[in-house]
């Protein structure tokens, strides 16, 4: 149901229907009827929240079950790790574990993540302070 993906992602991005109805210029209700399958957003406001969350409206209507990250300000480099990181997880199907991660690999990350100032999870980043820090 296209309520249950829209609360799902309004959640995801940390709106609440308030905020979200500010953003798109409409009543709290709207969204709330929306959320609730009461009614459903036009075409325009369907794009509208598509951009919003960076998710296709194939996703919003669940079309689509995948699920987009936008890389494009991302370069090559950080595309490169972005890459290696998914097609790791899809040949193994699971968290890797850190030991599992190519070392030249683990550096980059552990670099990256300084540069652009993203917060590894604690037992992640320990691992690769340790290691290159």
Do not use: H
């Amino acid at each position: 149901m296209i309520g249950d993906r829209m609360k799902e992602m309004r959640e995801k991005n940390n709106f609440t229907q308030s905020a979200l109805a500010k953003k798109l210029d409409l009543s709290r209700s709207a969204i709330n009827a929306w959320e609730m399958g009461i009614s459903i957003p036009s075409a325009q406001y369907l794009m509208e929240l598509s951009k919003l969350f960076k998710v296709s409206v194939d996703y919003l209507l669940e079309l689509n079950e995948k699920e987009y990250i936008d890389i494009s300000s991302l370069n090559r480099s950080e595309k490169s790790i972005m890459y290696s990181l998914l097609s790791y997880f899809e040949e193994n199907k699971t968290t890797p574990k850190i030991s599992d991660i190519d070392e030249k690999l683990m550096e980059e990350i552990y670099n990256k993540s300084k540069e652009l100032g993203i917060r590894l999870p604690d037992s992640v980043r320990c691992i690769l302070e340790e290691k290159f820090g």
